[in-house]
């Protein structure tokens, strides 16, 4: 197919019509998102402003990473999300990790901490210390970071509804250590849309939290400047099933309505905006992963400076954690999950990631064994310190795809945007079940073709033989529990109950106030050794709590 | 009775116990059963034992899905068994769904539980096994 010298086609009606001419792989050429790929991509397929679209790393509108050095200045922070049973035990776990290398710490709670229950609550039961570590009161909290220097090492905490009181508690966790707030550097994840979206843990109804996590962020502007007040999270979104436009779109949604929320209350988005982070899920298809990541960059700095009018550049940069995507990992043939961790998470590193979490092969079984958790840092290592990846900056800059998804992704965002503004807003459109239900029938859509064998997954639908059957797994202590609750109960009896009983009447008192910052009230709380539960009980005395309507 | 027409006829109550709010494969395998033709009670999150076997009770259900991703199952399953046959209820096909490691589903199983689903099972072999186990029963 040389081209010969009479011939008027051009190289692309060449390649067109020699493609065409071939036949293809009966399967759907769409992303894990339903998105058409194309089968080649062009500079046709690049913006006509591209250049300005694509710009340069720590340049706006930041598509080519937040940074001007990116990882040729320092390596993404290795963070493996990490909590089990008692606070003593995850401390170890901490310590663990810590000599392993790892340079951040990343903290799981239990559901009963999720939830607000204190470890001896009927609703708790079976619950205690299973799906992260148990915290009830500040000791449980002090015990969780012993030996480790609050001061120096930042701190990832993953909990939401009750965010403000585990914030309150790590703060008094940290004067005992003689660490003052203004030095505590980390993040709580404290973002409660998503909850009511997705992650279906939570304490209140919907405005009281806003104004709940409000208090937090005001208190966090004045108090901790080194401390990001909010993580806002797709992951979860994406968990629960919703395509890479929606996670994007309704985690940059979610985070607009916080900004809103903020200015509303008074504070100077230059004030907050810098210390807001995101958190994202790193999926299987790669190039949609990659494209998601640099797209909603470039929405976040747009919006931030054009909509909301940010002067300083440092309140345009989204600056985002990954996680691997749990429900990408299979029970079947589970050593197979060892490979979909590596690419997803190399995703996020050509994503631009700051930090990483990479999820344990084993975690579609139990919580993960040391070994395995030991693994998927390594994970990160090899990706860190063999590929090569991380010598030159956003490496698939200018890739005809990667550019071309990038732009169709934006798209598909802005275009979520204007269904929920015509909803009334992220709060509204919340209420009224619209990213849940849009989430649910992206999830059944995409098991559907799972079932059908439309789309593989390797162990599971296709390929299935030779599961290599029982791997070792990490087994929670029975007595645990028991043990839990004795400690809660010995705190309960060594504490000074008027005052306890004093400061949650004063924090009620507050709560039924408009316009009181409940973040003092918290912290005083906090020093009198109350509970978890109850503070969220006296809490929800003035609030209620909040009952779904499932849509499915 | 054809599996069609006993499919129209099954009555699932799909729930949710306990704190984990990991609904995704719950509302999957609940709008599956609608689908196929079932009626689909979803209870919604958080629930506990109790209510879950008043859901089952006042909706005279003849299976109960229970899904738990929170590693609750060795507490919670063996509870809502107990407070079923406590209400006398002993052909209410119950099945679990979720992060159940292997070793102990023969335990789950020991207790009357009809079937574990673990991660990857296809909504059709649920569906099937419903359609089977319903069946099976003695009439009402």
Redesign the interface.
Known sequence: MAKIPDDERSPEQLWREAFDATPQRDVPFTTLSGTPVEPLYTEADLAANAAEQIGLPGQYPFTRGVYPSMYRGRLWTMRQFAGFGSAEETNARFHYLLDHGQTGLSTAFD??S??G?DSDS??????VG??GVAVDTVEDMTTLYKGIDLGEVSVSMTINAPAAIMLAYYVVAAERQGVPPQQLAGTIQADILK?YIA???WCFPIDPAMRIMGDMIEWCSQQMPRWHPVSISGYHIR???STAAQELAFTLKDGLTYVEQAIERGLDVDDFAPRLSFFFNAQIDFFEEIAKYRAARRIWARELKESFGAKNPKSWLMRFHTQTAG?S????QPLNNVVRTAIEALAGVLGGTQSLHTNSYDE????PTEDAVRLALRTQQIIADETGVASTIDPLGGSYFVEALTDKIEAEAYEYFKKIDALGGMVAAVKANYPQREI?DA??EL?QE??SGRRV?VG??AFTEGDE??TA?HR?DPAMERGQVDRLNAVRAGRDSAAVEASLIKLREAAAREGANLMPLLLDCTRTDASEGEIVQALQEVFGNY?????? | MTAATSTQKIRVVVAKP???????G???I???LRDAGMEVI?T???Q?PEQIVETVVQEDADAVGLSIL???H???VP?IVELLRAQGIEDVVVTVGG?I???DIPQLEELGVAAVF???A???EIIDFLVSAVGKREPR
């Open positions: 559901m009963p999720l939830m229950h009927p609703l708790s039961l079976g619950e299973r799906e909850e992650q279906k843990e968990e629960a099933g429900v990992l299979t029970a079947q579609a079984l139990a919580l649910a999830s059944y098991q799972i079932d997954v599971v639908n059957g029982q797994l929670s009952t779904e309507s499932p849509v499915f | 306990g704190l984990d709010g990991h609904d995704r719950a509302k999957i609940a709008r599956a979803y919604g999150l958080h506990t929170s590693g609750a060795m507490t919670l509870k992060t490691p292997a070793d673990t991660p990857g296809p909504t059709q």
